[in-house]
């Protein structure tokens, strides 16, 4: 069975750069509940990364997307300096010095993705909805996740893009082929939302429509997390929901705030602040030997 | 050092069924640590605080609607299962809706020989409380010594009452070291002395924390990475402690009833022994279903960040439990305001090491030190 | 099971009048300063013939009620239960007072304008939510003056002088309280007064749910929750039980001349707690097996007060004006006040479920039950407290029960078409055929 | 005499063909969107499979979420009387139903005569077994029946709880990550799901015998879980999904 809910895995490395010349090269190793990402910065400039699915081994996921990040740069795992673990198997990382929360490392990534004025990142990644508030170095002040329940995760829009057939990339785009918005979907729990999807189908709704309807039901439960934290701007919107303009937009339009644009793929978000941290801890290291 | 509180705290049910053998007592299992301990133990009960095993169950489906709180369900679950069948008597001393309907389903499908339901008034800042528990506590008196055939004298009581007091003081003691630098025992550590002393006889758990008092004094307490106060609802999930004392940080204060909340106050000597009890009850820290029209909880709950000198907070709560989900947001602005950071967390029958942790370690992230900043 | 046979049917003559009491009730708390007068807020539970003593220009709102009108508002409910999670209040609290504060945040009164602020807060205590509530109002309303009376002193029939005394002690302060924080003189002669009309409309409404004994129904529980609420506006008031009066004297018309609630009574139920307001069609749905819901104890109980009669059935409670009581000073007025309300039956639940399933398997055999439909209301944990066991209880007293999550004020916690699917199955197995 | 029983679950629907309470046919389809046509496809099958046509059928009866846009149908009556009626028939001695399905699940105790005398159905947020043991077997990345298969081979399993399908999927992957043998959670993802499936039948007070149907009866590991909650053995039908149509099939030989 095709696995539409899956991102595509892909990598980049800056052609124009000679890692060689660099005097700080650093890692960052996000190993997600759905997908991994590994990213090298050299001298604080990101330099490349890797973005893949997340196997049931974690150890082995993260390797693969390390070997992928480094693929064609000439680089070597023992080439850096320092490596920061992240995300759901950051204890994980078997070649990594540090482990750091998601939480902390996503608003660093959003920090230098979106620049210093950043005050506001919200996540939206498998299976937890973070909301966090930063200072102009990136650092937390402030954060919140989504209670018991995982509604308003981005696993809903994969359960759906699955449900339907809809590779999840596209489903942003196809949500916004309605003549008019309609109601939301009543909830917002994927179990029940999928059943309510199947029936508003079987009443013959078209797939966009039913999308539309999920995508501003799942825009308006995480507004709701959103506000408990406060939204103070500038925001930002990192994780694979990010790049699901179908939640973007309707998100924006109801905090009646944009989001700022992404620079890079949304989902290093949480690995390159692992790079990032990793250059500061890796300065200190050589500071102290 | 503190290994027999783990032991006693592991293994309550052999304590008390020891206890009963040596000394042909009764055993009063209560609900709710409003229950005025001191005339059962003057009446020569055990008194035992029914508490939760923290395993998933299916049995008490039937008995309480899932909507009131894991902890009421996880303690009835137990009696349900037998596995306080050595009680002779159960106890509640009325406070929040949830842990009562534990009590009358064990009263109707779990019958003993003694249940008692104690009318302990819930507006404890009004002048009238005093009395009128004053007046309840001696109807509770007499049925006491109706079911032991044992004339409670004022004497029993004034033993009692120092038995108790003492306990406390030792117990604050303990606490006191916590205020160190390098505090002498860890959260987990405590809650385990702590909730021992619920389901042991106090002259003995006094006598064991008199043992160690010294030693504990003396030894080398820990770095304690992150100052952390943990406050909120009923607590014993030693499991979550550990985890968080595994993270570089130190619980070095709590408000639970199943921590500083317990034993906090004392009773203060008066001519009539049963107004004495009567007013530690009234005045002792209010749990949230009592603590109202003002909140009064919240200047002891600073005092203790400020005296323990807390760098943050972990604010808990049952699933459910109405009486501090309408605290909470209070607690935490008044917190915030002073300075200290919170992290909230809902507790379940089991809690989600995975998912907490993740919240735990970027809690300490936020407020510790910028080691990974310039 | 009866075989179907067709009732005649009447809308209620004194409808638009119970329409109208309602819609005064908000009008006059809203317009109380214009008019030099006082308003507050309090439970639908409170001791409100208190603060009648205060003068007649004293106006009130009842919490749960006014909440409950919110409910059945799905657009504006769903703004006000919003605004209180984003202020950080957990959203599985009472519905009806997070639909409450809500309508405080938003700063925005149902019948329109701005949220009228009450001069001061009188309420009581029965869960562990009712003092609570009004501390949170407190918090988002700064300055508002509360006083809130503690009746947990255990159920009627343990009834001592020391728990009385504690309630009618804490009226005693509540009203040296009130002079206090109003200025003015308390007048006993109003109180007396509120409190014989409080005991007048309780026993009234109780005797309008007795006649309900009757097959036919003349009553089915959509119509009398519209009915009901009056009592929980203003139970001590005259024109309530003077309505109450008029109300009675209708329904024993119906039942002399079987004047039916339903054409096709064949089935007879009852619900508790309160419903999900925003779904009273479900009502409508059972009217399709021919079943009807005679009460509750929450419609029968919250409001009226009852005793056992000589024949050992239930019937309303004797009043003290009946039994020749003549009220001559304030402290007689709150002891006979407190007495009266701690009888409430939907007081006796708090203390435990067996005394409330007790009440339930005699309204089941005393109104001709075939069946029971529990209301598992996630919005309420005073209600539904002990639900579970008043389940097992009637089960064990041979009453077939069917339970069905919901939540009384928070539509998203309610699902009509699985409960409805629910009823299917619950008349199959009754036996119940549309 | 000739009936027909169609189910028409949330997932699947299922049609069984009686002939004088003997099954001569039977059709199975995927709901997908388009339900009634499902239901007519599944019809013909089990008409072929029997080897009539619809002249030859004296009654049509529907059950299941779906029944009320079931084709052909005489009349329709609700899962828990389609499951009680169809047990007992097969059972005479069952007392007890548990149906687990797709996103359903339910305890049914009954008398001799299939009545049903008390019913419990789960709520919002107990998601029916089968999405959540899908959920789960994806994060673990193994099919179903070797999630089944797997937590049969448990050496100490690991509690964990269960409100939320997809929240439980992350206590899954967190638990991978802590290095849990697969073994152990797919363990405890059963006992999970069986202990809430237990508290509806504990909820309707339980007698054996007990009778386990729905589609999640093949899954053996659940079958282990529930049988250890229950502290009874349960029997299970040679075809578990197919027993509420055939109730069905039999309430239209009755009328």
């Not at chain 2, 027999?4 to 007592?25: C, I, L, M, P, S």
């Not at chain 4, 089990?46 to 009539?52: C, E, H, N």
Request: glycine share 8%; net charge negative.
């Amino acid at each position: 069975m095709a696995e539409y809910w899956r991102w595509k895995e892909y990598r980049w490395h800056d052609e124009n750069k000679n890692w060689h010349d660099a005097t700080l090269i650093t890692a960052g190793v996000d190993v997600g509940s759905v997908s991994s990402q590994a990213v090298i910065v050299t001298d604080g400039e990101l330099y490349a990364f890797s973005n893949q699915r997340t196997g049931s081994d974690s150890p082995e996921s993260a390797r693969k997307a390390m070997d992928w990040a480094l693929e064609g740069t000439g680089m070597r795992l023992d080439n850096i300096g320092f490596t920061v673990g992240t995300g759901y198997g950051r204890v994980n990382v078997p070649f990594s010095d540090k482990a750091i929360t998601e939480i902390a490392c996503h608003a660093r990534g959003a920090n230098y993705m979106y620049g210093p004025t950043v005050r506001t990142v919200l996540d939206m990644g498998g299976q937890d909805c973070k909301v966090i508030r930063c200072d102009e170095r990136g650092k937390v002040t402030a954060f919140a996740m989504n209670d018991k329940c995982a509604a308003g995760t981005g696993r809903g829009m994969e359960v759906f893009a699955d449900l339907l057939a809809i590779p999840i990339e596209e489903v942003g785009e196809l949500s916004f082929q309605v003549e008019e918005e309609p109601p939301p979907v009543s909830s917002t729990c994927v179990v029940f939302a999928k059943s309510e999807a199947t029936g508003l189908l079987r009443e013959g709704w078209p797939k966009s429509k039913v999308i539309a309807a999920y995508c501003s039901a799942m825009a308006h439960r995480v507004v709701t997390l959103l506000e408990q934290v406060g939204i103070e701007e500038k925001f930002a919107i990192t994780g694979g929901i990010g790049k699901n303009i179908g939640v973007v937009r309707r998100l924006e339009g109801e905090i009646g705030i944009k989001a700022l644009p992404a620079k890079f793929d949304t989902q290093i978000a949480g690995a390159l602040g692992g790079a990032l941290f990793a250059q500061n801890l890796l300065k200190k290291k050589l500071a102290v030997t | 050092m503190l290994d027999q509180f783990r032991d006693w705290e592991r293994n309550r049910h052999e304590y008390a069924k020891a206890w009963k053998e040596r000394t042909g007592g009764k055993v009063m299992g209560y609900f709710c640590t409003y229950a005025p301990e001191e005339i059962l133990y003057a009446a020569g009960v055990l008194p035992v605080r029914i508490l939760g095993s923290h395993e998933p169950q299916d049995v008490t489906e039937p008995h309480i609607f899932g909507m009131f709180c894991p902890f009421c369900r996880d303690c009835l679950a137990q009696g349900l299962k037998g596995r306080y069948d050595y009680l002779d008597g159960i106890m509640i001393s009325q406070s929040c809706l949830h842990i009562r309907q534990a009590f009358t389903s064990w009263q109707k499908h779990v019958p003993v020989d003694f249940d008692y339901y104690l009318c302990m008034p819930n507006r404890v800042q009004s002048p009238r409380a005093l009395p009128y528990l004053a007046g309840e506590l001696a109807e509770f008196k007499t049925a006491v010594e109706k079911w032991t055939g044992k004339t409670i004298s004022d004497t029993d009581l004034d033993r009692a009452i120092e038995i108790y007091n003492e306990n406390r003081r030792l117990m604050r003691a303990v606490y006191e070291l916590r205020k160190d630098d390098h505090p002498h025992l860890t959260g987990e550590e405590t809650m385990e002395m702590v909730i021992a002393s619920q389901m042991t006889d106090k002259a003995e758990h006094s006598q064991q924390i008199k043992k160690i008092l010294g030693q504990l004094a003396s030894r080398d307490g820990r770095d304690p990475g992150t100052r952390l106060m943990i406050l909120g609802s009923e607590d014993d999930d030693i499991e979550f402690m550990k985890m968080v004392e595994s993270c570089g940080a130190t619980f070095v204060v709590d408000d639970h009833c199943t921590g500083s909340r317990y034993f906090w106050n004392e009773v203060e000597p008066r001519d009539n022994r049963l107004e004495a009890i009567a007013a530690r009850y009234v005045h002792r820290v209010p749990c949230p279903s009592k603590d109202w029209e003002d909140r009064t909880r919240i200047d002891h709950i600073l005092g203790l960040a400020r005296d323990w000198n807390v760098a943050g907070a972990i604010v808990i709560q049952q699933k459910f439990c109405d009486p501090h989900e309408l605290d909470i947001p209070a607690i935490r602005k008044a917190l915030d305001q002073n300075g200290i950071k919170t992290l909230f967390l809902e507790f379940d029958v089991t809690v989600p090491i995975g998912q907490f942790k993740v919240r735990v370690e970027a809690f300490l992230e936020m407020i510790g030190d910028d080691d990974l900043f310039d | 099971m009866a075989t179907k046979q067709k009732y005649e049917t009447q809308p209620l003559k004194c409808w638009g009048k119970a329409k109208e009491i309602r819609e005064t009730f908000y009008r006059d708390y809203a317009r109380a300063h214009e008019r030099g007068g006082l308003r507050w807020a309090g439970g639908a539970w409170t001791f409100g013939a208190i603060p009648c003593g205060l003068g007649d220009d004293v106006w009130s709102i009842t919490s749960e009620p006014y909440a409950a009108s919110i409910a059945a508002n799905k657009e504006f409910s769903m703004r006000c239960l919003e605004a209180t999670e984003r202020a950080g209040y957990a959203r599985d609290l009472c519905s009806y007072m997070r639909n409450y504060w809500g309508s405080v945040i938003l700063n925005e009164y149902l019948w329109g304008g701005p949220f009228p602020r009450p001069d001061f807060i009188w309420q009581d205590h029965i869960c562990c939510s009712h003092a609570k509530w009004y501390q949170v109002v407190c918090d988002l309303e700064p300055g508002i003056p509360q006083f809130c009376i503690d009746v947990a002193v255990g159920p009627y029939n343990e009834i001592t002088e020391n728990r009385v005394d504690y309630i009618v002690g804490q009226m005693h302060d509540g009203i040296a309280w009130l002079e206090g924080v109003t200025g003015r003189t308390y007048d006993d002669e109003k109180l007396i007064q509120a409190v014989y009309n409080e005991c007048r409309s309780t026993a009234l409404w109780a005797e309008v749910c007795t006649l309900n004994k009757a097959i036919p129904a003349p009553l089915e529980e959509k119509t009398m929750y519209s009915l009901y609420v009056l009592g929980t506006l203003m139970k001590h008031s005259k024109v309530v039980a003077d309505f109450y009066k008029e109300l009675r004297d209708e329904v024993r018309e119906r039942v002399a001349n079987q004047i039916a609630a339903i054409p096709n009574e064949q089935c007879r139920l009852m619900s508790d707690t309160q419903p999900p307001w925003g779904f009273l069609s479900l009502f409508r749905y059972l009217q399709e097996f021919g079943a009807v819901s005679i009460g509750s104890l929450y419609t029968f109980g919250l409001i009226g007060m009852w005793e056992v009669k000589p024949d050992g059935t239930w019937g309303p409670r004797t009043t003290p004006q009946e039994q020749g009581v003549d009220i001559k000073n304030r402290d007689q007025a709150l002891r006979i006040l407190a007495d009266w309300n701690l009888s409430k039956p939907e007081w006796q639940h708090f203390y435990s479920p067996h005394l409330k399933t007790d009440m339930m398997v005699r309204i089941a055999k005393e109104w001709s039950l075939d069946g029971v439909m529990l209301h598992y209301n996630r919005g309420c944990e005073g209600l539904t407290v002990g639900i579970a066991e008043n389940r097992l209880g009637l089960i064990e007293a041979g009453f077939p029960v069917m339970t069905f999550e919901g939540n009384m004020g928070d539509e998203r916690e309610f699902d009509l078409h699985k409960t409805m699917t629910r009823v299917d199955a619950f008349m199959e197995t009754l036996g119940v055929k549309k | 005499m000739i009936t027909v029983g169609i189910d028409m679950g949330s997932k699947t629907i299922k049609v069984v063909v009686l002939r004088d309470g003997e099954i001569i046919g039977r059709g199975i389809e995927l709901a997908g969107f388009e339900s009634r046509a499902a239901a007519e496809k599944a019809f013909d099958t089990a008409l072929q499979s029997a080897g009539i046509s619809k002249a030859d059928i004296d009654g049509i009866v529907a059950t299941g979420a779906g029944r009320k846009n079931a084709p052909h149908t005489d009349r329709d009556i609700t899962e828990v009387g389609g499951d009680a009626k169809g047990v007992v028939n097969l059972y005479p001695n069952a007392r007890t139903v548990i149906d687990v399905g797709a996103e359903e699940g339910r305890a049914i105790r009954c008398n001799e005569e299939g009545k049903v005398l008390d019913f419990a159905l789960n709520e919002k947020c107990a998601a029916g077994a089968g999405a959540f043991t899908e959920a789960m077997s994806r994060a673990l990345e193994v099919s179903v029946e070797e999630l089944g298969q797997m937590s049969l081979r448990s050496e100490n399993p690991t509690p964990m709880n269960a409100q939320c399908a997809v929240f439980a999927e992350s206590e899954v992957v967190s638990l991978l990550h802590n290095k849990t043998p697969k073994e152990d959670i797919s363990r405890a993802v059963h006992d999970a799901i069986a202990s809430r499936i237990v508290s509806l039948a504990r909820k309707v007070g339980f007698e054996p015998d007990v009778v386990f149907i729905g589609g999640v009866a093949h899954n053996a590991g659940f079958v282990d879980s529930l049988e250890r909650a229950l502290e009874c053995k349960v029997t299970i039908p040679e075809n578990p999904e197919y027993i509420g149509a055939y109730g069905a099939a039999l309430a239209a030989a009755e009328s």
